[in-house]
């Protein structure tokens, strides 16, 4: 990685300023917990990781999002926080981190840590403080409002892990704010002393020489509880602005924040030029969409390509002129995207791999959550007791109660549970696929005989090998990484295309997004002959103006003027 900005050459592209090195990087996302053992107690650590950064550098990819691994009760598998700085011993020790960032770096990887500070741990020494009593320093760190005249909660406001979003301390005798479970309870964005330690915790973890953050939820911290809103509330861009001239200003980083709710019409507020803010978002609209409106993400409507399309389009239209996006499918809080927008049956390897190309063709930086490179699928559960997810569980419980019937949950939890995305990666054939010597956490999903990192790079056709290809291409090829893009057959509900655009050069790219041959007609200006990039199907060099796509076919050529 080069951490140096350097002016980009390309003319078109002067729009961009200057180039940052992730603008060619692909981030790979590790959830520590369920990516490599090295001490057989069943939980993936952080030597695990070390120990396989090779795969990693294989791949080519600039970057990890390392999902939490401080210290925590793990509540939310360490999405609630209880020192910032310690790691959790199930995970390792400082020492081990610190060596994972060195011999990352020696790779060309940087290590992005993720930042949850809407909320902590309840258990961290702040809230502990804080429940104690009403005078004391950290009380204020908190959100805490007095009961309703009735005694009962300041209002009716759910938590997103399910029940009443306000808990009760009777030692103060106030009820707390926690927009997830009662073991996150917020933090209070509106205390300067809480904002100054956090900023001062964030110094600490660049100066042992991190690459960025993925903010948790970051849309949250400008909330007005009062006024019951939560994301993106009044001082959200003002926390941002302060944050960015306290921490992050002037350091070779990447910052990524999460929004579940911003669109692209304000999408530039956070990561437009001159805004002083932040990179890039993880924006989920094109994720949201796959979910029924009313019933949520428990019962999920069939995948609609036509308004997916539009979703991403408009992301992509938004950074022509200013900004920047990131490009992802799946998380660890999403199912594998081969299950849910491809074929996980027959057709897995030529659906895994139309979906890379369409998405890492784009402009933004790509995401890759681990396993995805080698196509990994849902867990398939059969069970409520082999899920481990607190949602999951929590949801379990309230819509069983309500009336909704067995299988319908399980159904929807094997569609969309977060738990599909955190069963053990597949390393090997073997025993527990080679994750763990021991008992794993979560169950390894049963395909792992057939579907292994061992097996892929043996493959010269494989997942992987596709995967690498497209993140060579990023790195490579200009027009990829800041070529304009314009959306082709936009009302196809089969068929993805774009085109991208730099100087007089040109990439088409086609996904077909079905089981079917598809026959499309291209548009005027679009046929020609160029250089094929991927070959899906032993790759097409030529593009005629009426073309039949077979089943899950990519395309990608490369044509200059
Ligand atoms: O996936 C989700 C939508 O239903 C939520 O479960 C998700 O938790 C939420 O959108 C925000 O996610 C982030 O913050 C959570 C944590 O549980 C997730 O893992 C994290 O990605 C609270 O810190
Ligand atoms: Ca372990």
């Not at 390392?66 to 390792?92: H, K, Q, T």
């Amino acid at each position: 990685m080069t951490l140096l900005d350097r002016p980009i050459a390309a003319p078109h592209a002067a729009r961009e300023r200057t180039e940052r090195w992730w603008h060619r990087a692909t981030g790979y996302q590790i959830y520590p917990r369920s990516f490599a053992d090295s001490n057989g107690d069943g939980v993936g650590d952080i030597p695990g990781i070390t120990s396989r950064l090779g795969h990693l550098a294989d791949l080519g990819v600039g970057f990890v999002w390392l999902s939490p691994v401080y210290a925590s009760p793990m509540v939310d598998n360490g999405y609630d926080i209880s020192d910032y700085r310690a790691i959790a011993p199930e995970f390792g020790t400082m020492e081990d981190m610190d060596r994972l960032i060195a011999e990352a770096r020696e790779r060309g990887i940087g290590i992005v840590m993720d930042l949850v500070v809407n909320h902590s741990s309840s258990l961290h020494h702040w809230f502990r403080a804080a429940r104690a009593a009403r005078d004391a320093p950290e009380h204020d760190f908190y959100v805490w409002r007095d009961p309703a005249p009735d005694g009962g909660p300041p209002d009716d406001q759910q938590a997103a892990f399910g029940g009443p979003a306000w808990s009760w301390v009777e030692e103060v005798g106030q009820y707390y704010f926690h927009y997830f479970s009662p073991a996150q309870p917020d933090l209070n964005w509106q205390n300067p002393a809480l904002r100054a330690a956090i900023y001062d915790m964030m110094r600490w973890w660049l100066d042992r020489g991190i690459a960025g953050f993925r903010m948790d939820v970051i849309s949250l911290i400008g909330k007005d509880v009062d006024a019951r809103i939560y994301e993106e509330g009044p001082t959200l861009h003002d926390h941002l602005q302060e944050m960015h001239r306290e921490v992050l200003s002037g350091r070779d980083i990447v910052t990524i924040g999460e929004s579940w709710s911003v669109p692209p019409a304000t999408g530039l507020l956070y990561c437009g030029r001159d805004r002083n803010e932040l990179d890039m978002m993880f924006e989920f609209s094109h994720i949201r969409d796959g979910w029924d409106p009313e019933r949520g993400k428990f019962a999920p409507k069939p995948f609609d390509l036509v308004s997916f399309k539009r979703e991403l389009f408009a992301w992509q239209d938004l950074t022509r002129q200013d900004g920047w996006t990131s490009l992802f499918l799946t998380n660890h809080d999403l199912p594998r995207q081969v299950s849910f927008y491809g074929d996980d049956g027959p057709n897995r390897q030529q659906s895994a791999k139309m979906l890379a190309t369409v998405l890492h063709l784009l402009k933004g930086t790509p995401f890759i959550y681990q396993g995805e490179e080698i196509g990994m699928t849902n867990a398939a559960f059969e069970r409520i007791d082999q899920y481990r997810d607190l949602e999951t569980l929590n949801h379990f419980e309230a819509q069983i109660a309500s009336g909704v019937p067995l299988e319908a949950f399980i159904a929807g939890a094997n569609r969309n549970s977060r738990d599909n995305s955190r069963t053990p990666m597949q390393w090997t054939s073997g025993a527990n696929a080679g994750f763990t010597s021991g008992t794993p956490w979560i169950e390894v999903n049963p395909n792992a005989a057939s579907i292994n990192v061992e097996q892929d790079m043996q493959d010269p056709g494989s997942i992987f090998a596709h995967y690498r290809r497209l993140v060579r291409l990023r790195r490579e090829l200009d027009i990829v990484s800041f070529g304009k893009t314009e959306p082709l057959l936009e009302g196809s509900p089969s068929v993805m295309a774009y085109q991208r655009q730099l100087g007089d050069e040109r990439l088409v790219v086609l996904g077909n997004f079905t089981a079917q041959a598809q026959d499309v007609a291209l548009p005027d200006g679009v046929p020609g002959m160029g250089r094929a990039l991927v070959a899906s199907h032993g790759g097409r060099a030529r593009l005629d103006r009426d073309l039949r796509l077979e089943p899950f076919e990519s395309v990608a050529v490369l044509m200059a003027a």
